[in-house]
């Protein structure tokens, strides 16, 4: 047991524990910090504060590591496909041979929506965010499978995850065809994962579409980046919405609502949009590095900066090299590459940025890989929510496995006005 933390306060003195996590992190618990002293913590936007401990991923901001149950992020991005990390994050382990081909399998038997689930899509404008239909059909999926919903029952649970994990590249891929006007390509089971989608969002009835073998590999190593990242926004508000005991689906939902947020996932979208508004400028990265340091501007590099990582991304780094790769690949020079790495070169020997520790984060080169993909910039967040979807489902599973799970709600500090007489509506 580690030395007690002190705290003394109007007289009184606490003892706080300080819990030591597996890689040596230290966190005071103060659960009993209002009981003995009266007093609450305020930690707008959580900077300091734990919500929880957990076993399924480890980050170190200060030096740029990433590890999954363990594993390190390179070496399951360079091993794995998409499909093997997400049994490892649900799971806990490496799946054996044999578990990973009945998961495979099984998934593959979830792929097909509820046909009446695509009356869905003539509801939404052709030009609805694929986002806003993604969280909205994923919700809905409690009203079309509602025979395993229950929380509290680990085979209803482990339905809804197969449903989730095998449903989602089939709604993603619906929402891109129903804003290009074209027919819905149903899940072909011969086809393994990565390669389905991107089969269900290219393919047309008219010609046969062949699957690119490095579309399939760099697509793989994007999701496996993006598939957990601890306790970032998304991930908190799924474990929020799963306390009060809502279904998976419906957390789910939330999830995705969250990292729709330019702050978030949605910041891949916001970064093409300012490469591009860059090169229409004239490709003057040095004008925006002075905009984005401009405290009198809103506006800001987006893909910079990262709320723990103070050192390279390490997701960064893989996916700038897969860009390059791929791109030498597929022989394709893309101007938003060239000024991404202008941006970033221009960007690391700025002081403003060297104080601010601000590295380039997962979102500032994937945006690249994905319209190397052909995958259109507004389905760029939705990818990002399916390589994230297993993280959540993990972080969902062990909040409710937790011997001291409770529903989250924080306490706060009121500020308003003290207690005031009712005023009459004639006399106001
Ligand atoms: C993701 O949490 C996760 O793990 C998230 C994620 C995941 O996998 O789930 O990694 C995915 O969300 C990545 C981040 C994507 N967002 C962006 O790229 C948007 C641009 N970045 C920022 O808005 C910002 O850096 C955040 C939101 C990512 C982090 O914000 P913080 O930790 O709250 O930091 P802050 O806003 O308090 O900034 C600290 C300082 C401020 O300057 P000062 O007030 O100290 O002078 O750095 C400045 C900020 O103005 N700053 C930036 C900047 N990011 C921070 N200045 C210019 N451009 C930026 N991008």
New binding site residues.
């Given amino acids: 047991m580690r030395e007690m933390a002190k705290l003394s306060y109007n007289g009184k003195e606490l003892e706080i524990p300080v819990v030591e996590g597996s890689e040596k992190e230290l966190g005071i618990d103060i659960a009993n910090l209002r009981s003995k002293t009266g007093l609450i913590t305020l930690d707008e936007?959580y900077?300091n504060t734990g919500s929880t401990t957990s076993a399924i991923t480890f980050l170190d901001g200060e030096k740029g590591v990433l590890r999954y149950r363990g594993y390190p992020v390179e070496e399951l991005a360079a091993n794995c496909d998409f499909v093997e990390v997400c049994y490892l994050l649900i799971y806990g382990h490496l799946p054996k041979r044999q578990e990973l081909e009945l998961f495979r399998n099984s998934i593959r038997l979830h792929t097909m929506l509820h046909e009446d689930m695509k009356s869905f899509y003539n509801g939404f404008p052709r030009d609805a965010h694929p986002m806003a239909i993604l969280s909205s059909v994923v919700g809905a999926m409690s009203t079309f499978y509602q025979d395993a919903l229950d929380p509290s029952n680990p085979k209803h649970v482990n339905i809804c995850i197969h449903r989730l994990i095998a449903k989602i590249p089939t709604i993603a891929a619906y929402s891109h065809k129903k804003s290009i006007g074209q027919p819905f390509i149903y899940p072909d089971n011969n086809l393994d994962y990565v390669e389905n989608f991107l089969h269900m969002m290219f393919a047309v009835p008219a010609a046969k579409y062949v699957v690119d073998p490095d579309f399939v590999k760099a697509l793989n190593l994007l999701l496996i980046v993006?598939a957990d990242?601890?306790q970032?926004?998304?991930?908190s508000t799924v474990r929020m919405v799963g306390s009060s005991n809502a279904n998976l689906f419906a957390s789910i939902a939330a999830g995705i609502c969250a990292l729709w947020g330019?702050?978030?996932?949605g910041?891949n979208e916001?970064?093409v949009s300012m490469l591009e508004r860059i090169r229409e400028d004239g490709g003057n990265v040095e004008k925006y590095v002075r905009m984005?340091?401009d405290?009198d501007n809103n506006f800001?590099?987006?893909?910079?900066?990262?709320?723990?990582y103070k050192n390279f991304?390490p997701r960064a780094t893989i996916i700038k090299a897969a860009c390059d790769r791929l791109l030498h690949k597929l022989n394709l020079d893309d101007p938003l590459f060239e000024i991404a790495q202008k941006l970033e070169a221009v960007a690391l020997s700025d002081p403003y940025f060297i104080e601010?520790k601000?590295y380039p984060?997962?979102?500032?080169y994937s945006g690249v890989i994905y319209r190397a993909l052909g995958i259109p910039v507004q389905m760029f967040t939705v990818l990002f929510a399916m390589g994230?979807l297993p993280g959540w489902i993990a972080h969902w599973l062990e909040m409710h496995e937790s011997p001291t799970k409770k529903i989250c709600r924080p306490r706060q500090i009121y500020t308003g006005p003290q207690k005031l007489a009712f005023v009459p509506i004639d006399d106001r």
């Fill in positions: 936007g900077v993006h990242h601890e970032n926004c998304s991930t330019p702050l978030h996932g910041a916001a970064v984005a340091k405290k800001r590099l987006m893909g910079f900066g990262h709320r723990v991304d601010r601000l984060n997962v979102d500032f994230r």
